[in-house]
């Protein structure tokens, strides 16, 4: 079975523009979770989405924005984009929204805004 | 609000045994997960405690004990591929979301 996909891999930005990443899940999982990973951070939480409806958002401006199809495949935004926008965005998928579903992640998509 | 401490980095030789901890402050949360991530790779699950006591899984082993709100995942028998960044994490009861920690860079010396 595939694992998740995101594409692209790297991304090259200036400051000021937007940016859309995709998040393929697992074929079955329902759900998918979004976070930002920078050096020091961790992992930070930005979304989790749920049968195309978004569960709950992380503390991040309203910059950042996401949406899941009904295939459960998943994106996210960043519009105006900032130097400190620059991270790793990693998704992931599990089953469902469950309390011990296990995150299933993704290589992630390497944003660098210059 | 709800965050997890965990050392920033360890150190320790192959073949050895090592221990990474994790502290946590959270109005409630279902689980304690860990999970390895190798430079340029993504996070990987590698064991999950839903209650206190330990869970053994070949050569890694977790604890948590919720009345003092710690836990740690236990390495034994160190390879060099074990060199990598370990995450704790919690499903918080109050959302859908789960909270991880900063992370633990683990180094193992030959």
């Known amino acids: 079975k595939a694992g998740v996909t995101q594409t692209p891999r790297y991304l090259i930005k200036t400051r000021g523009q937007q940016v859309t990443l995709s998040c393929s899940p697992i074929?079955?999982?329902?759900?998918v979770s979004w976070y930002q990973q920078t050096p020091g951070q961790g992992l930070q939480f930005l979304f989790e989405y749920f049968s195309e409806t978004q569960r709950n958002k992380g503390n991040f401006p309203g910059r950042f924005s996401g949406r899941q199809f009904s295939n459960s495949r998943s994106e996210m935004n960043v519009s105006t984009l900032e130097l400190g926008d620059s991270a790793l965005y990693l998704c992931a998928s599990s089953w469902t929204s469950g309390s011990t579903d296990t995150q299933y992640f993704g290589p992630g998509t390497r944003l660098t805004v210059l | 609000g709800q965050s997890l401490e965990q050392p920033s980095e360890v150190t320790a030789v192959e073949g050895a045994i090592v221990q990474i901890n994790c502290t946590y402050q959270t109005s409630g949360f279902y689980g304690l997960s860990w999970y390895q991530q190798h430079d340029g790779g993504a996070p990987t699950f590698l064991s999950y405690n839903a209650l206190d006591g330990l869970e053994e899984t070949g050569r890694f082993s977790s604890f948590l004990s919720r009345s003092d709100s710690y836990g740690y995942l236990l390495l034994q028998e160190l390879q060099m591929k074990d060199s990598a960044s370990y995450f704790c994490a919690v499903r918080d009861t109050g959302g859908f979301k789960t909270i991880f920690g900063a992370g633990t860079r683990l180094f193992v010396k030959a």
């Open positions: 074929s079955g999982h329902r759900s």
